[in-house]
């Protein structure tokens, strides 16, 4: 996180390689969104793709955010809003 944008301004293969990565992990969180909707087992608004999508680049943001504030507090408020947006049913 803390060097991402600089290694995709310096190496057009380190770009590729991390975009390839990161389009891996979306695709797996958008997957299991799509499991969990399918199976009940989770509640949200729009596409599983597009959230998935969010997703990533709330935990991206948080994760910088974190890493500059020394703090947990960027990643708890992003966790606290992803129980936001996606429910799980109550028992």
């Known amino acids: 996180v803390k060097l991402s944008a600089e290694v ?3 190496s057009e293969d380190m770009r590729s390689a991390m975009d390839k990565g990161a ?3 979306i695709a797996l969180l ?5 499991n969990g909707r ?8 729009g596409e599983p793709l597009q959230q ?3 997703l990533y680049a709330l935990w991206l943001g948080a994760n910088l955010q974190a890493k500059i504030s020394r703090s947990f507090e960027p ?5 606290a ?3 936001n947006i996606i429910a799980t049913p109550a028992v």
């Open 8 to 10: 995709c301004d310096l």
């Open 81 to 83: 809003h992803v129980k």
């Open 52 to 54: 998935a999508q969010v």
């Open 75 to 79: 990643l708890e408020n992003a966790l």
């Open 30 to 34: 958008s997957q299991a969104l799509e």
């Open 23 to 25: 389009r891996g992990v």
């Open 38 to 45: 399918e199976n009940h087992c989770l509640t949200f608004c």
